[in-house]
C-alpha cells in the first residue's frame, strides 16, 4: 500500500517496487482521465482550434521582425515601384534610418504583386467552370463505372507534385501553346478593350496564360473533388421539382443544384484561390520568373511572389548586409497579406449571397 | 384559364358530383365559344399500362380515363404503386434504372411516349406537386417563375405581374408581397406548399397531378389547400394520391383504388365508397386494411 501511495505523490520508488507501482501509476493516471473526460474533450477540442491561429499568428510575427527594417527602409515604394534592384552587394555599404543596405538597392513589388493576382484570377476564371462541370458530369451524367475511373484520376491528379506538373509544362505544354494555340487566339481577337489583351506577340511559351493555364490544372482536383462531394448531398426532390416543371437537365442544374451549394463551391473556390496564390515551383519554372516587369499582355513572361521568393533566396544570401533576405522576408509578408484580403473577400461573397441558401440538413 | 373555374367552383356542390356535372355548367352560347369543345372528353387515358422496374411489375394492365375538369383521387395501400403510376404520367419514370412499359398512356389522344410528344412541353401541361415542398434556392419571387422562365413564356415585367397573379390566386400574397425577394426556406410548411403550387400553375398546365400534397401540413393548411383545389376545376384535371380517405371523399369527383398494383376498381367516389363492387375495395375504404 504504502508504494502505491508513493507512486501516486509522484515521490521516488524503490527501484524492486517498480514494475507493480508503475502499473498503479498509470492506472491512477487513466482513472483520473476518465474521471475528466469531459473537461479533456473541451480543453482539447480548444486547443486544436487554436492551433492554426497561433501557427499563422506565430509565423507572421517572426516574418514581420526579420522584415522590419525592410519595411522601414522600402517604405511604400514596395507596394507600388516597379523595380528590383539589390544595388551593389559588393560595394559600399550605406545606412538608411540605421539600417545597413547596399548602395543602390531599391525594391519595388508591384509587378511581383500583380502577377500573382493576374496568374491566379486567369487559374480561377479556368478552373472553376471545368470543375463545376466535372463534378457535374461526375454525379449526374455519365455511367457509374465511368464516374469511379474520372474520380479517381482527379484524386491521382491532385497527388502528382507540382514540380512534376511545373516541368512538364515548360517542356511540353507550354511550347505547344505557344506554336499552335496563342497564335491563333492573338490573330482573332479583336482590339477593343480587354480582347486586345490577348492580341500581340505570343513569345515561348512562357508567361502569364500558360502560368494561369498549369495553375488551373494544379486546382481543379481540388474543387472538382469538393463540389462533387456538395452535388451527392443536393436532396433529389428540388432537382425533381425541377424536371417535373419541364427544365433541362442544364436549367436544373444551373438554376437548383449549383445555387443549392452556393457556398460551399465558393468556399472550394477559395481554397483554390489561396492554392494558386502560394503556388511557388510549378510557376517559378513556366512564368519566366521575371522579378520587374508586368506581362504587356496576356502571353507575355512575368513572375509571382511565391515565384520570386523561391529564385531570390540564393542570391539574396549574397548580400552582406542582410538586406535583400530582409526583402524577401516583407515579400512573403506581402503574400500572406494578399491571401488574407482574398480571404476575407471570399466570406464576404458568401455572407452577401447567402440568404437565399438552402437551409443546411434540409430533411428531404 | 384557371381563373374561370374559380366563380364555378363555389357555385356548385362538389361532394357526390358526378356525370351530371359537365351539362349543369355552362350555358348554351358559352358552350359554343367553350375551347374544349372540340377535344375529346377524356384528357389522359391510360390503355392496359404495365410497367415494370427490372424484374419487378409494379403496375399491371391500368386501363383508366381521367374527364376533362374532374378530380380523381387515387387511393390504395402502402406500395401499391400509386405514386409509380402517378410519375408514369408525366413521364418522370422514365430514367429509373430497369424501367419498362407496355400499353398507352395518352393526353389530348397522342401518346406521352409519341415520336412528336415534345417531354419538356408534356411536364408544362402535366404539372406536380409533391409529398413535401420542395421550394428551389431562389427568391419566392424566383420560385414563382421559375418555370415560366424556362419555357420563355414571358419575361421582363411580365414575370412580376405573373408571379403576383398566382401568389394571390394560391392565397399568399398578402403573406410574402413584402418579401418576395427573399429566401423561400423561411416560410412554413404549408406555406412553402402553396409557394410549389403557384409555381406549378405558373406554366399554364392542364393536367396536375398530387402526390400526397397536405400529408405533411397540419389540418388548416390542409384544409385550405383543398377548398384551392377545388377552385382549380374545371379549368384543370387533377388527379390526387392520398392516404387521407375523408380527403379523398371530400374533393373528388372519382375514386381509383389500386391494390398491389393491380386497379380493382373505379368509378364516382360516391360509388366507390359507398357501393364497393370488391370485396378488397370495402376492406380498404371502410379501414380494416393497411
Ligand atoms: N425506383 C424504383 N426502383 C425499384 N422499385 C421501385 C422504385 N420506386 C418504387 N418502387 C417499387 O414500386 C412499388 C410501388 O411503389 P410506390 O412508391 O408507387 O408506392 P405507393 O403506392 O406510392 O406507396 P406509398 O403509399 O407508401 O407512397 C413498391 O414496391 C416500390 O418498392
Ligand atoms: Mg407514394
Known amino acids: 500500500m504504502a508504494t502505491i501511495d508513493r507512486a501516486a505523490t509522484g515521490k521516488p520508488v524503490a527501484a524492486r517496487h517498480e514494475p507493480a507501482s508503475l502499473a498503479t501509476a498509470l492506472r491512477r493516471c487513466a482513472a483520473f482521465l476518465r474521471r475528466n473526460e469531459p473537461h479533456l474533450w473541451t480543453w482539447g477540442g480548444r486547443t486544436a482550434a487554436l492551433v492554426p491561429l497561433v501557427a499563422l499568428t506565430l509565423t507572421v510575427l517572426v516574418l514581420t521582425l526579420k522584415a522590419w527594417p525592410a519595411i522601414k527602409v522600402n517604405g511604400a515604394h514596395f507596394l507600388v515601384g516597379s523595380d528590383w534592384k539589390p544595388g551593389n552587394t559588393y560595394g559600399a555599404t550605406v545606412h538608411t534610418d540605421g539600417v545597413a543596405h547596399p548602395l543602390g538597392s531599391s525594391y519595388g513589388a508591384w509587378p511581383l504583386i500583380a502577377g500573382t493576382l493576374q496568374s491566379s484570377v486567369i487559374a480561377i476564371v479556368i478552373a472553376v467552370p471545368v470543375s463545376v462541370g466535372t463534378a457535374f458530369a461526375l454525379t449526374e451524367r455519365i455511367p457509374r463505372w465511368l464516374a469511379e475511373i474520372l474520380r479517381s484520376a482527379i484524386e491521382i491528379l491532385a497527388g502528382v507534385p507540382s514540380v512534376l506538373i511545373g516541368l512538364w509544362g515548360a517542356l511540353t505544354l507550354g511550347p505547344l501553346l505557344a506554336n499552335d494555340v496563342y497564335p491563333v487566339i492573338a490573330d482573332h481577337m479583336p482590339d477593343i478593350p480587354v480582347f486586345s489583351y490577348f492580341r500581340g506577340p505570343t513569345y515561348h511559351g512562357e508567361g502569364l496564360l500558360t502560368s494561369g493555364i498549369v495553375l488551373a490544372l494544379m486546382i481543379v482536383p481540388i474543387i472538382a473533388s469538393t463540389t462533387r462531394n456538395l452535388f451527392a448531398q443536393v436532396p433529389p426532390l428540388p432537382k425533381e421539382g425541377g424536371e417535373a416543371l419541364g427544365m433541362t437537365d442544364w436549367e436544373v442544374g444551373r438554376r437548383i443544384t449549383i445555387p443549392w451549394v452556393r457556398s460551399g463551391i465558393i468556399g472550394a473556390t477559395m481554397l483554390g484561390l489561396g492554392r494558386a496564390l502560394g503556388e511557388t515551383i510549378a510557376v517559378a519554372m513556366v512564368s519566366g520568373s521575371l522579378l520587374n516587369t508586368i506581362a504587356p499582355n496576356i502571353y507575355g513572361t512575368m513572375g509571382t511572389i511565391a515565384a520570386a521568393l523561391v529564385t531570390q533566396l540564393d542570391s539574396a544570401f549574397t548580400d552582406g548586409t542582410g538586406f535583400e533576405v530582409r526583402t524577401l522576408a516583407e515579400l512573403a509578408v506581402v503574400l500572406v497579406g494578399v491571401l488574407l484580403v482574398v480571404n476575407m473577400l471570399g466570406r464576404l461573397i458568401i455572407r452577401r449571397t447567402g440568404h437565399l441558401d438552402a437551409p443546411a440538413g434540409q430533411g428531404y | ?290
Not at chain 2, 402517378?86 to 400499353?103: E, H
Not at chain 2, 421550394?135 to 422562365?149: C, E, H, L, T
Open chain 2, 1 to 290: 384559364m384557371a381563373n374561370d373555374g374559380e366563380h364555378q367552383a363555389t357555385s356548385r356542390p362538389i361532394i357526390g358530383t358526378t356525370d351530371s356535372r359537365s351539362e349543369e355548367r355552362i350555358d348554351p352560347i358559352l358552350a359554343a365559344l367553350d375551347p374544349d369543345r372540340e377535344r375529346p372528353e377524356h384528357v389522359i387515358c391510360s390503355q392496359s399500362l404495365t410497367l415494370s422496374f427490372g424484374q419487378k411489375r409494379i403496375l399491371d394492365s391500368i386501363t383508366i380515363e381521367f374527364r376533362r375538369g374532374s378530380i380523381t383521387a387515387l387511393i390504395g395501400p402502402t406500395g401499391c404503386g400509386k405514386t409509380t403510376f402517378l410519375r408514369t404520367l408525366n413521364r418522370m419514370n422514365d430514367k429509373i434504372p430497369g424501367f419498362r412499359y407496355s400499353g398507352d398512356v395518352t393526353l389530348e389522344g397522342e401518346s406521352i411516349w409519341g415520336p412528336s410528344q415534345d417531354l419538356l412541353d408534356l411536364r408544362r401541361r402535366v404539372g406536380m406537386l409533391f409529398q413535401r415542398p420542395n421550394p428551389f434556392p431562389m427568391s419566392i419571387r424566383d420560385n414563382v417563375v421559375a418555370g415560366v422562365k424556362a419555357h420563355r413564356i414571358a419575361k421582363g415585367k411580365q414575370l412580376d405581374v405573373l408571379a403576383e397573379e398566382r401568389l394571390r390566386q394560391v392565397g399568399l400574397w398578402e403573406a410574402v408581397k413584402d418579401r418576395l425577394n427573399d429566401s423561400p426556406f423561411r416560410l412554413s410548411g404549408g406555406q412553402q406548399q402553396l409557394l410549389c403550387l403557384a409555381r406549378a400553375l405558373a406554366v399554364g398546365p392542364e393536367v396536375l397531378l398530387l402526390d400526397e400534397p397536405t400529408s405533411a401540413l397540419d389540418p388548416i393548411s390542409t384544409e385550405y389547400i383543398e377548398q384551392l383545389l377545388r377552385q382549380l376545376t374545371p379549368a384543370l384535371t387533377l388527379i390526387i394520391v392520398t392516404h387521407n380517405l375523408g380527403q379523398a371523399r371530400r374533393i373528388s369527383h372519382n375514386t381509383m383504388f389500386l391494390y398491389e398494383g393491380e386497379l380493382v376498381e373505379h368509378g364516382p367516389t360516391e360509388d366507390v365508397f359507398e357501393r364497393s363492387r370488391e370485396e378488397r375495395t370495402q376492406v380498404y375504404v371502410t379501414g380494416r386494411m393497411g
